[in-house]
């Protein structure tokens, strides 16, 4: 928590002077700034710059201390490792001896269009920069950076001390197939098992057995060096051995397991390219023998820490919106699920809180009826009764205290199921399925107020192939599509929200922060403004 604390205070506090301009901003207004302080407190630069700290010859991280003489080597993939990179660099400084770093294709450029001078390495820098995985898919430049990648870890000693910047997308930026097996090969087996429908979990088991990097692959060649990882997750609950594929996390490969798998999902050995099955038949059961964290003692080997998550960009936007007036409550980071049910969830927490104080039993019947509701669809959409409950107790409780809006938080990665070819991602879905969900009769509140507001955005800035974030809505919504003569309905069956929100209030609604240069999945907001009196 104190971490936490430390990354939130890049965030200003407004001055006394400010709080008149504070009060009269809508909440249409708060929303946006309390999305944007979320997105400040997980930039690579910051993150980087709160968790690695260089005194004299000593350079810490996550509580451990490692000597600096000369001997730093650096190696990065994903999408935020570019102003990672930027940050360390400056930090340790003239101990850094060369580095390797695999970015994104053509992201160089696109900071540089974006103002972000900052995420960019100098033109001395020692690290080398090599981009690929265009359209975020393995290819043979990302394949190129993963051979460099490998050779350098593979040169060090136990003088020596590696450190390993992951970011989201890190898995197709580093892909190393193992010998014979082709990268067109690899990626055959793991599409089939997803269109096969095989969870993540599966798709990385199979992954990391012919993979000669990933579980814990890229540690392992390092030798006797010391490795520190710093890692900005993109991946619910933080896992280690799931962001990029845990390429410096401890991993054990097991070829009947793998095997288990594949026959699962239709995938026998005789519809496996050759390559595969010679791979997994001469494998054995092969262990990477690493250290998975700092945790097991300060001899280990391998630290991996987080140093940037989505719930440390919610926390960060708690405080934004307890700046701006509002009373903040996170709800999970944990989101997930088709965004039908999620929007739903949504709108059922509106309504929870929009009622009055029980006063008759029938009102009391209607929030429990709710709150049914609500723990019933709570594991479909990935978040635990317990979180549930804890946030509606605090609804209740503000309905009686002098709080103005409260400002509920959450974040995660819910789905979209395609049915049509148009432009949007699942934020700008979201945001119109629960503007919907707002409409039905929680447009406004008793004295004319503005009912709640509703945010999603991505915090890499990018919602699908378009160039928004997300949306902000609120009940009005089908009111104005209506008055537009829009039709709400053909734009959500052919996955067309960003056309919708384009057109829609001349595109006011669309959240377009630019590229942010960093990633901690999506951040949803929900502004719900005190309910009605108490009523007899």
């Given at each position: 928590?104190?971490?936490?604390?430390?990354?939130?205070?890049?965030?200003?506090?407004?001055?006394?002077p400010?709080?008149?301009?504070?009060?009269?901003?809508?909440?249409?207004?708060?929303?946006?700034?309390?999305?944007?302080?979320?997105?400040?407190?997980?930039?690579?630069?910051?993150?980087?710059?709160?968790?690695?700290?260089?005194?004299?010859?000593?350079?810490?991280v996550a509580?451990?201390?490692?000597?600096?003489?000369?001997?730093?080597?650096?190696?990065?993939?994903?999408?935020?490792?570019l102003?990672?990179?930027?940050?360390a660099?400056?930090?340790?400084?003239?101990?850094?001896?060369?580095?390797?770093?695999?970015?994104?294709?053509?992201?160089?450029?696109?900071?540089?269009?974006?103002?972000?001078?900052?995420?960019?390495?100098?033109?001395?820098?020692?690290?080398?920069v090599?981009?690929?995985?265009?359209?975020?898919?393995?290819?043979?430049?990302?394949?190129?950076?993963?051979?460099?990648?490998?050779?350098?870890?593979?040169?060090?000693?136990?003088?020596?001390?590696?450190?390993?910047l992951?970011?989201?997308?890190?898995?197709?930026?580093?892909?190393?197939?193992?010998?014979?097996i082709s990268?067109?090969?690899?990626?055959?087996?793991?599409?089939?098992?997803?269109?096969?429908?095989?969870?993540?979990?599966?798709?990385?088991?199979?992954?990391?057995?012919?993979?000669?990097?990933?579980?814990?692959?890229?540690?392992?060649?390092?030798?006797?060096?010391?490795?520190?990882?710093?890692?900005?997750?993109?991946?619910?609950?933080?896992?280690?051995?799931?962001?990029?594929?845990?390429?410096?996390?401890?991993?054990?490969?097991?070829?009947?397991?793998?095997?288990?798998?594949?026959?699962?999902?239709?995938?026998?050995?005789?519809?496996?390219?050759?390559?595969?099955?010679?791979?997994?038949?001469?494998?054995?059961?092969?262990?990477?023998?690493?250290?998975?964290?700092?945790?097991?003692?300060?001899?280990?080997?391998?630290?991996?820490?987080?140093?940037?998550?989505?719930?440390?960009?919610?926390?960060?936007?708690?405080?934004?919106?307890?700046?701006?007036g509002?009373?903040?409550?996170?709800?999970?980071?944990?989101?997930?699920?088709?965004?039908?049910?999620?929007?739903?969830?949504y709108?059922?927490?509106?309504?929870?809180?929009?009622?009055?104080?029980?006063?008759?039993?029938?009102?009391?019947?209607?929030?429990?009826?709710?709150?049914?509701?609500?723990?019933?669809?709570?594991?479909?959409?990935?978040?635990?009764?317990?979180?549930?409950?804890?946030?509606?107790?605090?609804?209740?409780?503000?309905?009686?205290?002098?709080?103005?809006?409260?400002?509920?938080?959450?974040?995660?990665?819910?789905?979209?199921?395609?049915?049509?070819?148009?432009?949007?991602?699942?934020?700008?879905?979201?945001?119109?399925?629960?503007?919907?969900?707002?409409?039905?009769?929680?447009?406004?509140?008793?004295?004319?107020?503005?009912?709640?507001?509703?945010?999603?955005?991505?915090?890499?800035?990018?919602?699908?192939?378009?160039?928004?974030?997300?949306?902000?809505?609120?009940?009005?919504?089908?009111?104005?599509?209506?008055?537009?003569?829009?039709?709400?309905?053909?734009?959500?069956?052919?996955?067309?929200?960003?056309?919708?929100?384009?057109?829609?209030?001349q595109?006011?609604?669309?959240?377009?922060?630019?590229?942010?240069?960093?990633?901690?999945?999506?951040?949803?907001?929900?502004?719900?403004?005190?309910?009605?009196?108490?009523?007899?």
């Amino acid at each position: 928590m104190a971490r936490v604390l430390s990354l939130c205070r890049l965030v200003r506090a407004p001055q006394q002077p400010l709080r008149l301009a504070v009060r009269s901003m809508s909440l249409d207004q708060r929303a946006r700034e309390v999305f944007s302080a979320a997105v400040e407190s997980v930039q690579p630069d910051r993150v980087v710059r709160r968790s690695l700290e260089r005194r004299g010859d000593q350079l810490e991280v996550a509580g451990r201390s490692f000597k600096l003489q000369h001997n730093v080597h650096l190696v990065g993939f994903g999408k935020a490792v570019l102003g990672m990179a930027a940050e360390a660099e400056k930090i340790v400084g003239e101990h850094l001896v060369k580095g390797v770093i695999s970015v994104p294709n053509g992201i160089q450029e696109t900071l540089r269009q974006h103002g972000k001078e900052q995420m960019l390495l100098s033109s001395g820098s020692r690290i080398t920069v090599m981009e690929g995985a265009k359209h975020n898919l393995p290819d043979a430049d990302a394949q190129q950076a993963a051979d460099s990648i490998r050779q350098l870890a593979s040169s060090l000693t136990d003088t020596d001390l590696l450190l390993v910047l992951i970011s989201g997308g890190g898995s197709a930026l580093l892909p190393a197939p193992v010998p014979p097996i082709s990268l067109q090969e690899k990626q055959d087996v793991t599409r089939s098992l997803a269109a096969a429908g095989a969870t993540i979990q599966e798709l990385n088991t199979v992954r990391r057995s012919l993979s000669l990097l990933k579980g814990g692959g890229l540690a392992a060649c390092a030798k006797n060096a010391q490795v520190v990882a710093l890692i900005l997750s993109d991946v619910i609950g933080d896992p280690l051995d799931l962001i990029a594929s845990g390429p410096t996390v401890e991993c054990e490969i097991w070829p009947e397991q793998v095997w288990a798998i594949l026959n699962h999902y239709g995938l026998p050995a005789s519809s496996l390219p050759a390559s595969v099955t010679e791979v997994l038949e001469n494998a054995g059961h092969k262990t990477a023998k690493l250290s998975a964290d700092s945790s097991s003692g300060d001899n280990s080997r391998i630290t991996n820490a987080i140093i940037g998550s989505n719930s440390i960009a919610l926390e960060c936007a708690g405080r934004r919106a307890r700046e701006l007036g509002l009373r903040p409550l996170v709800l999970s980071p944990s989101v997930s699920g088709d965004v039908r049910s999620v929007a739903r969830l949504y709108g059922l927490l509106a309504r929870y809180a929009s009622g009055p104080l029980p006063a008759t039993s029938s009102q009391a019947k209607h929030l429990s009826q709710l709150a049914d509701k609500l723990l019933q669809l709570g594991p479909e959409v990935g978040i635990e009764s317990w979180d549930l409950m804890r946030t509606m107790k605090v609804l209740e409780d503000s309905r009686d205290e002098t709080w103005g809006a409260t400002c509920l938080l959450a974040g995660g990665e819910p789905t979209v199921q395609l049915t049509g070819k148009g432009r949007g991602g699942r934020n700008q879905e979201l945001a119109l399925r629960v503007g919907l969900e707002l409409g039905d009769g929680l447009g406004t509140n008793v004295g004319g107020d503005k009912g709640p507001v509703f945010l999603s955005g991505g915090t890499d800035g990018q919602d699908g192939p378009t160039e928004a974030a997300g949306a902000v809505t609120d009940g009005a919504l089908a009111e104005e599509a209506r008055g537009q003569g829009l039709e709400t309905d053909d734009f959500l069956v052919n996955n067309d929200s960003f056309t919708f929100f384009s057109q829609l209030r001349q595109g006011q609604r669309i959240l377009m922060p630019g590229l942010t240069g960093t990633n901690v999945m999506d951040v949803h907001i929900m502004l719900l403004p005190p309910p009605p009196a108490l009523t007899d």
